[in-house]
Nanobody, 124 residues
Framework: VQLVESGGGSVQAGGSLRLSCAASGFNASDSCMGWFREAPGEASEGVAQIPSISYTDYASSVKGRFTIARDGAKNTLNLEMNSLKPEDSAMYYC???????????????????WGQGTQVTVSS
């Protein structure tokens, strides 16, 4: 199993970024997948998660601004981030479970597979 993130970068507040996570070694559509972020000195935060069936779950801090979605044809997981704020600055990680369903709350300990991360920096 391999997860490779891309799409991070620097943007001004109010701008948008799209993160992608290319999955290999498994069918991403069959597993709960999620995005987490970690800022320096802060705990990891579950940003969004999506199980194999179509519903999505978001942290309250990003609800209405971020959208998680799969691209089954490309076996990728995407995170569309709009109306970015400086407090969204963090290293963003893609993660995958072995189960098709997600737990009610996204917890890093439930995800055994992780990408290397991609940095998002939002300036004011």
């Amino acid at each position: 199993v391999q997860l490779v993130e891309s799409g991070g970068g620097s943007v001004q507040a109010g701008g948008s970024l799209r993160l992608s996570c290319a999955a290999s070694g498994f069918n991403a559509s069959d597993s709960c997948m999620g995005w987490f972020r970690e800022a320096p000195g802060e705990a990891s935060e579950g940003v969004a998660q999506i199980p194999s069936i179509s519903y999505t779950d978001y942290a309250s801090s990003v609800k209405g601004r971020f959208t998680i979605a799969r691209d089954g044809a490309k076996n990728t997981l995407n995170l569309e981030m709009n109306s970015l704020k400086p407090e969204d600055s963090a290293m963003y990680y893609c993660a995958a479970q072995t189960l098709p369903y997600c737990q009610p709350v996204a917890r890093a300990s439930d995800f055994p597979y992780w990408g290397q991360g991609t940095q998002v920096t939002v300036s004011s």
